[in-house]
């Protein structure tokens, strides 16, 4: 009688109970490993913490965008990782972009032959295991390549060969100030825009704002070059003997074939998601909107970047800056191929060597969660912005 | 001078033999230079033969394209492949690229391969060497099962088809059995088969289970476990009540924002922690928590954009008809929600497949790591390529099926009308 006035009639008690239960049962599941935890570390005479950061790594790393080497710290080391791990999402993501880009516009086109091959990419990259296509690029068709003696030859230039792609060197003296003067640049293109809105919405002129914001984006550089002595040479890689049967390449940047073999399977893998959310973007504009343009007299440029690319832009975006999560999530993988990301360093090497298992994993785990959380709270945000806003 | 230079129907006359010899001309060209490796045009300075039949076949296609010629055939050709001088160039320009890599792929994968032998030795052409999958097929299917005992991952294989198969067939009311069974007592059926341990069938320990079949046995019971327990979220993240609520958002963010092979590490090297010292759970079992869990919160994501569709109608009528929670979900919201989401359904269980060689970082190895076992072995080395190939086949036609499945189950049970 006292249970069915409790579980029917009084609402509050009625929706406390499930809570309390699965609040408790989390609690003491989380309070079971804790102990069981503590337990075993204590076997192992190790203790929780993350002094371990601080000391000496003592291992090496094959590819590093910052100073390292063994006698840096484990903090050090996670920072090559995470460095690593970025370079090769940003790749990824810039060359997934173009690709899907195309890939994307090509399904729509109206010559059939085009439409097919770009469905048939879609189809097959899409529906191969990423990891496979990884293992592909790294161990069969990067392992095709010639031995450095033999690279394939971009004009003295650059090779390609076994050992990685060996890519000039930029030395740049007076760095800063260029790179200031590119922002100065986007500065001064940003109230150019605006000044030209401003003019268009007043007195309805147009200004000609792509060709201003160009020529801004080469001549302040230039101005740079020619007058406050920045300047850029480049360092060639040169074959070099290092005994009879081994060669080598001197000078230059060496892009390892790992670096390759990740980025150019991450990109093409990618590239067909980014090209789906491309087609039904464009696809999801209402056809009596390119009516409605046309018939109020722009052209057809006007109508692509006034009227349909907007539109389809809110539908493209939020699906493909997921995409470029899962881009970033999936580098991961190069664990598979032994390309230094922060998987490998730190929840590989670093955890082999210290046997911190709790604190390194956390650590790995979490910085992959504040990515993601803060790219979908960004994600939101852009929504929100976006969102049409019905009256 | 327009007039002249410019096909239309008037001089169709002139102008479609001369576009169709110099269209003809060019595909010669590239057909003769791709399969029997000879210039035909080589009597041309060698830079400008190169592009010469693309730059035939331009001019060729410009002189056909007339619009209303008439001729129903060339109007389809025009208007598909030939509609303005960017689409024919591009059509010139995949049509050469296609004839160029169509003999050197047929040459690797057929014309030069090597179908007979037994050894590496007997791999003599340049093209692929099939011997090698022909002779570790038996290992890429079961990986370290011991061959004897192989009929047991056959049969339990066969009878599930068997079930299926025969379940397409049998009225509705016994289908339902038939599906309660193969959901609810099939797959310990089959696990115990394949195990053994008892009724006389000898044990083979889970490291000894590999290859396609442990992909398939992977896949199964993650998409199996992961189904109900993403569902469990969905409700979960829709609850009204907060504590409910912001555990199943924690939860399913925290597995959201995580790759794959971390949470796979985290179950061989964290885990173990957790538990009571000398407590051993099955490397088997703890990756597929690991997945089951994983693809369990994009699963969650996937119905709660289901139940986000429902017009709120459908919930107010349900309650109005005095239905409680739960029969409310399982009777009039779910089956709808579940339905509009079937694609999405389809992408994550496709995700999950095409995530089961991750498991080669607690060191099972299904068809992927057998295969980089077997190219590491001396007596194999350099069939990486056979290898992928071999894979990337396999799984390209798992997950096409699967896609194409799904597309069919969607046209199904539309009820649009």
């Known amino acids: 009688m006292i249970f069915k006035k409790f579980s029917t009639e009084n609402k509050k008690v009625r929706d406390f109970i499930p809570q309390a239960i699965t609040v408790l049962a989390l609690l003491s599941v989380i309070i079971y490993f804790a102990t069981n935890a503590q337990i075993n570390m204590g076997n192992r005479g190790i203790s929780f913490g993350f002094g371990f950061l601080n000391q000496e790594a003592s291992f090496d790393i094959t590819f590093s965008m910052i100073e390292y080497d063994g006698s840096h710290s484990y903090g050090r080391a996670f920072l090559v990782g995470l460095l690593n791990t970025i370079l090769v999402s940003a790749i990824g993501i810039f060359f997934a972009t173009i690709a899907g880009v195309i890939v994307g516009v090509s399904r729509l086109s109206d010559n059939y032959l085009i439409a097919k091959v770009a469905e048939w990419y879609v189809e097959i990259f899409r529906n191969i295991p990423l990891i496979l296509q990884i293992f592909f690029w790294y161990f069969a068709a990067l392992r095709a390549l010639p031995l450095p003696e033999n690279g394939i030859n971009f004009n003295d230039i650059s090779f390609l060969t076994i050992k990685g792609w060996y890519v000039p060197k930029f030395i740049w003296t007076n760095f800063n100030i260029f790179l200031l003067s590119i922002i100065a640049a986007f500065i001064a293109i940003y109230f150019i825009n605006s000044y030209a809105t401003k003019q268009r919405e007043q007195f309805g002129k147009q200004l000609p704002t792509t060709i201003i914001s160009l020529s801004t984006l080469i001549l302040v550089p230039l101005i740079t070059f020619l007058f406050l002595g920045v300047s850029l040479t480049f360092e060639y890689p040169v074959l070099k003997q290092l005994s009879p049967t081994v060669y080598t390449y001197e000078g230059g940047v060496s892009i390892i074939p790992e670096l390759i073999a990740l980025a150019l399977a991450l990109s093409m893998y990618t590239a067909t998601f980014i090209a789906e959310n491309v087609r039904a973007g464009i696809l999801g504009v209402s056809k009596g909107q390119k009516e409605a343009a046309a018939s109020i007299g722009l052209n057809k440029n006007q109508i692509l970047k006034l009227v349909v690319m907007p539109q389809a832009l809110r539908i493209i975006i939020p699906p493909t800056t997921n995409q470029y999560l899962n881009l970033t999530k999936n580098s991961s993988l190069a664990a598979a191929i032994a390309y230094p990301d922060i998987v490998l360093v730190f929840a590989g090497t670093a955890l082999m060597q210290t046997g911190r298992a709790i604190e390194i994993i956390s650590i790995t785990m979490l910085t992959y969660l504040t990515l993601s959380i803060s790219i979908s709270i960004f994600m939101n945000w852009y929504n929100k912005k976006m969102a049409i806003k019905e009256k | ?417």
């Open chain 2, 1 to 417: 001078m327009n007039i002249i230079f410019k096909p239309s129907k008037e001089n169709i006359k002139s102008y479609l033999p001369v576009g169709i010899t110099l269209v003809f001309i060019s595909f010669i060209d590239v057909f003769v230079n791709a399969f029997f490796n000879y210039d035909l045009l080589g009597f041309f300075p060698s830079q400008i033969s190169y592009f010469l039949p693309l730059i035939f076949g331009f001019i060729g296609l410009y002189f056909i394209r007339i619009e209303f010629s008439g001729i129903r055939s060339l109007d389809i050709l025009n208007k598909n492949i030939n509609s303005n001088n960017l689409n024919a160039f591009l059509t010139l320009f995949t049509l050469f690229i296609l004839i160029k890599s169509i003999p050197p792929l047929l040459n690797w994968f057929i014309i030069d391969a090597n179908f007979v032998g037994n050894t590496k030795d007997n791999c003599t052409g340049d093209g692929a060497c099939w011997v090698f999958i022909k002779v570790w097929f038996n290992r890429f299917m079961y990986g370290l099962y011991p061959n004897a005992e192989q009929w047991r991952i056959n049969s339990a294989f066969l009878i599930l088809f068997a079930i299926v198969g025969v379940s397409f067939f049998v009225s509705q009311k016994l289908k339902k059995y038939f599906i309660l069974f193969l959901i609810f007592i099939y797959p310990f059926l089959g696990i115990e088969l394949i195990s053994g341990g008892s009724f006389g069938l000898k044990y083979v320990e889970t490291a000894a289970w590999g290859g396609l079949s442990l992909t398939f046995i992977i896949s199964a019971f993650a998409i199996l476990f992961c189904f109900p327990i993403g569902v469990f979220l969905a409700l979960g993240r829709r609850s009204s009540l907060p504590a409910i609520r912001y555990i199943s958002i924690g939860f399913i963010e925290l597995w959201r924002g995580v790759p794959l092979i971390t949470v796979l590490f985290m179950s061989a090297v964290m885990f173990p922690m957790f538990l009571p010292d000398g407590t051993f759970i099955d490397k088997l079992i703890r990756v597929l928590i690991a997945i089951t869990l994983f693809e369990a919160a994009y699963m969650a994501e996937v119905v709660r954009g289901g139940l986000q569709a429902l017009p709120k109608g459908q919930y107010e009528a349900a309650k109005s008809l005095g239905m409680g929670y739960w029969r409310m979900n399982a009777l009039i919201i779910l089956p709808q929600a579940l339905k509009l989401v079937i694609p999405g359904i389809a992408n994550t269980l496709l995700a999950l497949v095409k995530d089961t060689p991750l498991i080669f970082v607690v060191g099972l190895m299904e068809l992927a790591g057998m295969i980089g076992l077997a190219k590491t072995n001396p007596k194999w080395l350099g069939m990486a390529m056979e290898g992928y190939v071999f894979a990337g086949l396999v799984f390209w036609i798992i997950c096409y099926a699967m896609s194409r499945y799904s597309q069919n189950l969607e046209k199904k049970l539309s009820t649009e009308r």
